[in-house]
């Protein structure tokens, strides 16, 4: 099999390595994406993934998990762990110390990444837990390994890794991997300056994070509108529920890739998504989709509105699907939209 571009040095790695563990029990996370692994014949793997959008691709895998849930069958029959580094070493650190928690002696580690993720500082940073050692690399991807040994227990407890903060009096408690977690971004703060006391009825947080945009509404708005939250990303569910509970404030939260899991409509779409794709390269493509599929799920009169870097453009596309557009704040860096009436 021949691997030409960038995008396939990390599945050409994969494929050098498979025949290692495609056979054997094996437990399989990390920043799976489903175009190295789909088609392969996984004959006693379990895959566990916290992105609900590569989840809906691999849910043809049988024994696709969503989330970090622990089962002590699966722990225990498994003997190797094959892990694909994410660019946030916060995230990767979070996930593996769940991971080597719950490990029997002696499993199979094998890690696979990119360079630019950092997936090289795996055998500094996992040292007090496994020796690794680089096995195979390819131009700016790299494969370690090595055998789990428990010298003293390791603890997981999900309450040590949350990161929190304060917005406007509210408590923010994130979690590694969220876009987030460090604290509330110019461009959603930019997007909260926009609220007033007006918004009603029903509001959906495309792509929720934390929920900070759908707490600091709440507060603002208070028992004039109910909330949904969604987002693709684990942790961001799990954050979002813990942030409503100890702020003491109700929204239904759940997973969702965009509008997958939808069934209803709105009478206020809010988001601050993503532009980066595979968190890498800048994109419009997931804020186009947004704009595309909003109409659908929209009530009459109902709005959108979104914030997204100043020197993207969506004039072409808001038109083609909106009637009335406007900017609401903008600076150098970002610009927050209002768009309704859709063109049907």
């Not at 056979?23 to 006693?44: C, Y």
């Not at 684990?234 to 997958?260: G, Q």
């Not at 709005?303 to 997204?308: A, I, M, P, Q, T």
């Amino acid at each position: 099999m021949k691997f030409k571009n960038k995008e396939n040095r990390e599945k050409k790695i994969f494929f050098r390595q498979i025949n290692n563990f495609i056979n054997e029990k094996t437990i399989l996370s990390g920043n799976i994406e489903p175009s190295i692994i789909n088609g392969l014949n996984f004959k006693q793997v379990n895959i566990f993934t916290t992105k609900f959008n590569f989840f809906i691709k691999l849910n043809l895998i049988e024994k696709t998990q969503f989330g970090l849930i622990y089962n002590k069958k699966i722990f225990l029959k498994s003997n190797f762990f094959v892990y694909l580094w994410p660019k946030n070493k916060k995230e990767a650190l979070f996930q593996l110390h769940f991971f080597f928690a719950n490990f029997k002696n002696n499993t199979k580690i094998f890690i696979f990444g990119k360079n630019s993720f950092g997936v090289k500082s795996c055998v500094h940073l996992l040292k007090k837990w496994i020796i690794l050692k680089k096995i195979d690399s390819v131009k700016s991807c790299s494969c370690f390994s090595g055998y789990m040994t428990k010298i003293t227990d390791i603890q997981f407890s999900l309450k040590d890794f949350f990161k929190t903060y304060y917005v406007n009096n509210l408590k923010i408690k994130s979690l590694p991997g969220i876009f987030d977690y460090s604290g509330i971004d110019d461009g959603t703060s930019l997007l909260a300056s926009t609220f007033s006391k007006n918004i009603k009825g029903k509001v959906l947080d495309l792509g929720c994070g934390s929920g900070v945009l759908s707490l600091i509404l709440s507060k603002i708005c208070k028992d004039k509108i109910s909330l949904t939250l969604i987002d693709s990303e684990y942790y961001a569910i799990i954050s979002s529920m813990e942030n409503f509970k100890i702020n003491k404030m109700t929204a239904k939260i759940f997973e969702s890739d965009l509008f997958s899991n939808i069934k209803e409509k709105f009478d206020f779409i809010i988001s601050n998504p993503p532009i980066h794709e595979n968190n890498e390269k800048i994109t419009v493509n997931i804020i186009n989709k947004i704009i595309k599929m909003s109409s659908n799920y929209l009530n009459k009169n109902g709005e959108l509105r979104f914030v997204s870097l100043s020197c993207l453009s969506y004039k072409k596309i808001l038109n083609k699907h909106f009637r009335y557009i406007k900017i609401l704040k903008n600076n150098k860096k970002y610009t927050v939209y209002k768009v309704m009436k859709p063109i049907f």
